[in-house]
């Protein structure tokens, strides 16, 4: 009985917040609408693999140092707010180019691009691997020992819930848009809507405190 309410409150606490609309659901919410479907799924693998560095980071005690050093911390966060910026720069002056899916050859290197450019963005957000070893130590069992065995289980899970909704936002988000995404006009205004709130992502980040160091 101990066991299923420690599960039930991991898994309900770690689905309340994976539904919350934060930044790596704005990020692949943001791209889905500007590029369709595949690549809003390719940007969510990368999204999974950065949180994925992050929780062999927890486990391996690295989180620590970013928590606890504000250079660190700040050049993490500065790299991330730059490049998100620069990801929303381009889209601003892009052509608003109609995403086709029968261009094979285009469709390989725009998923590339997707799942690199997610993963970095996760990656480059010392947030997420503050968040990881502030939430995984909470729910490590000490009568079970490992403790580095623990997160990187805890997190990997963590991750795994977040991948049917990040899919639900992807498919929803893909269907709202799809008839405007066809049309070159509001193709380029779902570019500049895109590249506005990946800037604002960059700004946001870039304002961020290390409250842990």
Not at 71 to 96: P, W
């Amino acid at each position: 009985m101990e066991s299923t309410s420690y599960w039930l409150v991991f898994f309900t606490t770690v689905f309340v917040i994976n539904i919350s609309p934060g930044p790596d659901v704005i990020y692949i919410v943001s791209r889905t609408i500007s590029q369709g479907r595949k690549v809003g799924i390719a940007s969510s693998f990368g999204i999974w693999s950065g949180a994925l560095v992050h929780v062999a980071a927890a486990a391996l005690g690295l989180s620590a140092v970013l928590a606890a050093s504000a250079t660190a911390f700040g050049i993490v966060k500065y790299m991330g707010a730059a490049y998100l910026i620069y990801l929303g720069v381009r889209s601003l002056i892009s052509e608003g180019e109609t995403f086709d899916m029968h261009q094979d050859t285009g469709e390989k290197t725009t998923l590339w691009k997707a799942f690199r450019q997610g993963m970095l963005v996760d990656i480059l957000n010392p947030k997420v691997a503050i968040f990881f070893m502030a939430f995984l130590p909470q729910f490590i069992r000490p009568e079970l020992g490992h403790y580095s065995a623990q997160i990187a289980v805890l997190g990997f899970l963590v991750i795994l819930v977040a991948v049917p909704i990040e899919f639900f936002f992807v498919v929803t988000a893909s269907r709202t848009t799809s008839f405007f995404r066809k049309n070159r006009c509001c193709s380029l205004w779902l570019e500049r809507a895109s590249g506005s709130i990946l800037v604002a992502l960059g700004i946001r980040l870039a304002l961020t405190e290390n409250t842990n160091a």
